[in-house]
């Protein structure tokens, strides 16, 4: 009944059937699984009941050959999964002293104890391997039984990827279910709508029937993946077609690779061994989080300020208070002020400003709702860009710090660096490295 | 074998199975249908395949009471749902005429004509209600057999929202599935975990089997959702509930609703009239931004300063130097010095501060990677104090956050305010009014 290499995946999720979460879960695992030709055949949201986990436990392990489960292993009273399974499987549930010091270990870092409930996360079931967790308290689980494989999962996000990458990817790679390397490209593009992008690449793709592509675009940004259609076709020839779209796509091409815009900025900027600053209003410090959620920002991450109202303007940036009197806070001329301001406090090579009506209050005729000005400092001289963006608060501020990430990107490109864009190879063998 | 009002969700999914697209359906249809006190009880994620449909299908529409589909009813070759249902059902498809107008009109709006593949859309299984799409071109389909009922609705959201709102609602509550009107209140702690959370809970809950209770935990915020377990609870011994868990919870509690803890804490500014400023080194612009994410946030906040390096500390805030060399930057003296110098230099009454390792570099073997340090300021003295969080850097930057807001929070609970805290049944009618 099974066919080859079939997947299933079960998520147990009241949290998700309650509609308190999207389903993150089974968008990471599919595009993980996708990235070595793999997919997912069928994906199950339950809740955390034990017999409702056990009836479709019992049908999916019949069907799959490789079955994940997440969720569940934690140390509340919904936790079942550990247990449900056992039974289906007939297997007696043993105690492991590492887990319970490893445990033990972790909670007193944080000056908590180890309470009865904790413990039930130091039991599985008999036969089964624990893949240890490294970053949370719940281990996650293997069991190997003929030709299939059951991979089960902690619920925290960060705990489940950690666990799967780490561990669960080298035993799939072992037991020869992921018989081809990971063979998928994500080339990221920025500033451009999708519809102008996928008629740029179109001739190129016509080329290659035999590559799947996938556009998925968010906040200014568009990420082409390029993937085989089935497994088998080389590599070269996918890392062929990525490097032709990064050859037709010029400037809007950001990176191989889901690298965020602010960390591509700052790889440029410590090239170039320059700074940067910020002088945020409307985006409010979501543009220095992106350039501070990079590790090793400090090199290149001067600092910033959040100026949210006029006399934080005046005092900390020196911005003149007859150009907020003249032009108003959200204008040309103060994103000016607040960019060269910001350059000189911090005394930085490069910096970026922001001033606009986020939303949903404010706004004028000439600057709706949505109206952003944004400001650059360069060793050149310094400017300001007048855009506007549809949707709500948090979109039109995301919009924003992706716009100005990208403008100076854009310019960055003009001036020449050390050592220029990595070629598709050097990611390539990057990649391998990680 | 189906237990009373039984819901199960079957959504057509390739883009979901291959990672491209998180599944909103998934949360819209849960939380509709568990404001009326129903919970989905299973959700698959299927491939667009007539044979899988088939099979998924049959299974479900044995157990349930209402089964939803979402996706498949569309134009394209992978739209394979109504065949699939009608087959499985032995149901023949008939055309609809109304359908192929109201089609063409749409069509002929944005230039397009009918051609063959579009008319899929006019066909509908016998037996089956049409539900007409106003926003795009594939109708809802609606089906009763019974007790049961099932309902198809096309997969772009904005329609699948349209149809089943105006259409699938109403249908349901005249065929008695609905009897309730929309039911479930969510009461959301900080700085708890969520096990401790339970343990307090768990005697209110034991006396209230009716009520369903489900917990979600976020950085180091729990939410815990009280709704009927099946219709026909009052509203008024779940809100009576709901305040016995205020109770119990003490300072612990920090609203009815999913209000972000940022938004509570501007709520809890404004009503004293104060403000509040920030000094972020490790958290970068993330504690400001949960600030400014706020609609009229800058009423309460005064601004914010990014240090990421020492001569901003000291150019900015005013860190002595001397205090940066014999502690180190990562320290309780430092994150007192940087609340106290951006309080002044913000003329603000309250500020926060945060200095820290949130890795993956850095740390040492007093401060390892997740250490931070969090300064407070009031009208009443500064305070430091020294927190160990777990996880990524993102997610050590969440957590820093949450626990800053959340300190701010119980300080001032412990100052008198205007108007005190929303009853429940103040924020009962708020939630009516909005």
Redesign the interface.
Known sequence: MASPRRIELIILG???????????H???????L?SYGL?????????DDAS?IGK?FKDAWKRSNILITTGGLG????DNTREAIAKALGRKLKFDEDTRISIEE?LS??G?TL?E??MKQCYYPEGFTLLPNR??TAPGLLYREGNKTLIMLPGPT?ELKSIFEKQAIPHLKKSNFLVHEKNSILVRTAGVAESIIEEHLTPIFEKHPNIKV?F?SKHNLVDI?LSPKRPGLSSKTLKKTAETCKQALGNHFVCFGATPLAEVVIQMLAERKKTIA?A?SC???????????V????QV?????????ND?KI??LDVPESLLLQHGSVSAEVALAMVTGVAE??CSDYALSSTGFA???GGTKENPVGTVYLGFYSPLGAWSRKIHFMGD??TV?QHAVNAALDWVRRELLEEPSLSGQPSIEEWALAEILK
Do not use: H
């Open positions: 009241n949290e998700l059937l309650l509609g308190a979460r999207t389903n993150e089974l968008s990471y695992l599919a595009s993980e996708g997919s997912i055949a069928r994906n199950f949201v339950i809740q409702e479709v140390p509340t009273s919904n972790r870092q944080t908590m309470t409930k904790v970053i949370g960060a996938g998925c993946r910020v945020e985006t409010g410090g979501l543009l220095a989080n992106a350039f501070t959620d590790p090793g920002a400090s991450f001067a600092g910033g300020d959040i100026c949210y109202n934080a005092e900390l406090r911090f939303g949903p209050g608060r948090p501020k």
